[in-house]
Nanobody, 121 residues
């Protein structure tokens, strides 16, 4: 089983920046996909950014040009650098990871507990 722990959330003013971190630990074979999701009050959880072990990235249209996802494979960590934050970015941000080699069966799907990001006007 894999545990994911997020950190870095907080309260910032519009236009500010935050960097979120997520560390995977426990028993796993190889973490391939590591993604960031977010869920605002009254809204569905949405994919914010995704990155594969090979470094292929995808972003939601609403964050393109403002957020950057990256990872450190040796430490099994994923990061989300958030710049030019807007009040609409306010949400609980969740780390997600899949265990399994690229092109092989998914061995496990894991979620972090979430970290709150609040952007004031």
């Amino acid at each position: 089983q894999v545990q994911l722990v997020e950190s870095g959330g907080g309260l910032v003013q519009a236009g500010g920046s935050l960097t979120l971190s997520c560390a995977a630990s426990g028993s796993f074979t190889s973490i391939n996909a590591m993604n960031w999701y977010r869920q605002a009050p009254g809204k569905q959880r949405e994919l914010v950014a995704a990155i594969t072990r090979a470094g292929i990235t995808n972003y939601a249209d609403s964050v393109k040009g403002r957020f950057t996802i990256s990872r450190d494979n040796t430490k099994n960590m994923v990061f989300l650098q958030m710049n030019s934050l807007e009040p609409e970015d306010t949400a609980v941000y969740y780390c997600y990871a899949e265990d399994g080699y690229r092109g092989r069966d998914i061995l496990g799907r894991y979620w972090g507990q979430g970290t709150q990001v609040t952007v004031s006007s």
